[in-house]
């Protein structure tokens, strides 16, 4: 039978995206996987041999938590498995209408107006809408510009970010000139070029548990355009606490997840993954990369939703978790069910505030002074590490990127890649002072704790990477 293995995954199955196995039972043919793939086994399972909360196994559509047998279901060789960890994406909602359309309005919707499905109440609802979207990045800028094209009354759009030459091949909404400017002022100069009817509102904030809650509350639809574990969390939670429904995306590389989250009767994405995965074994887009195509795509099947959700048309993606794979270019669907049990949504809550989300997914917490030791690992500054190289100390500089990555930039460190370093080890001198670096920071402390447990005496992390060399040091470092 086939296993589908998804692309974070790949990397440690032979590079491929279907592996062939056979066995009779779900666990059998997991078996067989792990056999021949063994460093699948860690991702797969935890050290107690049970499956990982943060990775579902689908045989076909269906996931195996709520087949009968779970993993000890029978399978066919015509059979599935398909593994899906958590990736760094109804009805009416709207039902005040507004006033009438203007002559303007009338011109201008006017090939919504003739579709039945549509017409001058649909377009009401619309103009009635308040939709939010948490992010003005890859899936904020089609969704937000296609939500104003169609005619939503009223935009939300929460983001502190500045806009970045990097975000420019995928955040469409944003263009060369706005390089440096803030992400919302940019992103509403395009909204009203694009339709001067809609209502802008701007949250230049971090979204967090402090106001969310507030922030949730004049709106009817939440759009999800985040890219981190502890907002996605949050903005679920929110959406369940609030009764508002969770429009989601998220994108990973080549491959993207959308589906419709806490409505009424249907999942929320903590019944999809009750826990995060721990910091670092998912990598984000700015770690991974992402096809600039791919978040366009996703927005716009989350915009689609939002407005089949205002007009209470068609079938949302309620319960089913939609899977966009583009190198295959291979739509497929999975049933999402409702999880009596669910922390947020189950029947007996223990979510019934919102809580700290960082330290949810294993975070440290944000602080305005910069950590000084994370889990045991002394961090250490980039200027500090530029001091004591001009100081001329004997510091060995570790870079755990991949190759291209140090293709495009490095600061004179030695390439040993994260996932090669148990096999290399040995190739390092463990009574050195080493400092590791990666891009951001996250890849080089995993690296660093490695290292630390494997009897290195001296190990630093390199606090916010070759990113924030570039930033503190040397600006000639190409920052990707
Ligand atoms: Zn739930």
Redesign the pocket.
Known sequence: MQIHIPTPLRAYAGKQSVVQVSGSTVAQALKALTEQYPELRQHLYSDQGKLRSFVNIYLNDEDIRYLDQKENAPVKDSDSLSIIPSIAGGSPVAEAPAAALTPEEMGRYSRHLILPEVGEAGQLKLKAARVLCVGAGGLGAPLTMYLAAAGVGTLGIVDFDVVEASNLHRQVIHGTMDVGRAKLDSAEDSLRAINPNVKIVKFPTRLSSENALEIFKDFDVVADGTDNFPTRYLVNDAC?LSGIPNVYASIFRFEGQASV??TEAG?????LYPEPPPPGLVPSCAEGGVLGILPGLLGMIQATEVIKLILGQGEPLVGRLLLVDTLAMRFRELKLR??PD?????THPTVTKLIDYDQFCGLPPKSAEPAAVVNGIPQMQPTELKRRLDAGDNLYVLDVREPYEFAIAQIGGHLLPLNDLPQRVKELDPNREIVVHCKAGGRSQRAAEFLAQNGFKHIYNLAGGITAWSEKVDPSVPKY
């Open positions: 369940v989250f806490a999942p929320c994405y903590r019944c409702k999880n669910c922390p947020a949504c189950g």
